[in-house]
């Protein structure tokens, strides 16, 4: 099977169990979003990677939420799917966004100590923003 076709089977569901998500009116599913939709070779398996806005509990309550709810999606997004077999649907989240959230702190406060320290040995702030444009 072409990547291309997975892909675009990939884009698909993302968009009909967007849609769906939005439906829903279990209140253990809070603010989420599709970041991405991985589909396995065969169309057989669909794992969607949501991102969910909040505390700790409430992104497991709404993993858990959408979990239980996996087979009505299912039902729901299988007309608009022109496939033999609806793929089985799992979702796990993705916590790639506060990574990098993480890491772009990290970095910042990398750079605030660094100017602290040349700051502290004698240099200049002039002279520390220069080396900062170089980098």
Same mark, same amino acid.
């Given at each position: 099977? !072409?990547?291309? *076709?997975?892909?675009?089977?990939?884009?698909?569901?993302?968009?009909?169990?967007?849609?769906?998500? *939005?439906?829903? /009116?279990?209140? *253990?599913?809070?603010?989420?979003?599709?970041?991405?939709?991985?589909?396995?070779?065969?169309?057989?398996?669909?794992?969607?990677?949501?991102?969910?806005?909040?505390?700790?509990?409430?992104?497991?309550?709404?993993?858990?939420?959408?979990?239980?709810?996996? !087979?009505?999606? /299912? *039902?729901?997004?299988?007309?608009?799917?022109?496939?033999?077999?609806?793929?089985?649907?799992?979702?796990?989240?993705?916590?790639?966004?506060?990574?990098?959230?993480?890491?772009?702190?990290?970095?910042?406060?990398?750079?605030?100590?660094?100017?602290?320290?040349?700051?502290?040995?004698?240099?200049?702030?002039?002279?520390?923003?220069?080396?900062?444009?170089?980098?």
């Amino acid at each position: 099977m !072409g990547s291309f *076709r997975l892909e675009k089977v990939g884009h698909l569901i993302r968009e009909l169990v967007s849609e769906v998500i *939005r439906e829903l /009116k279990d209140p *253990r599913i809070g603010f989420a979003g599709i970041n991405e939709v991985k589909i396995s070779p065969d169309l057989r398996h669909a794992k969607i990677y949501i991102s969910v806005f909040g505390s700790d509990k409430e992104k497991n309550d709404t993993l858990e939420g959408l979990n239980s709810a996996k !087979g009505y999606i /299912k *039902r729901k997004i299988a007309p608009e799917l022109s496939l033999r077999q609806i793929p089985d649907l799992s979702f796990a989240l993705d916590e790639s966004i506060e990574n990098g959230v993480r890491i772009s702190q990290l970095i910042d406060k990398a750079r605030a100590e660094d100017k602290k320290l040349a700051l502290s040995a004698g240099r200049t702030e002039e002279e520390t923003e220069e080396d900062e444009i170089e980098e």
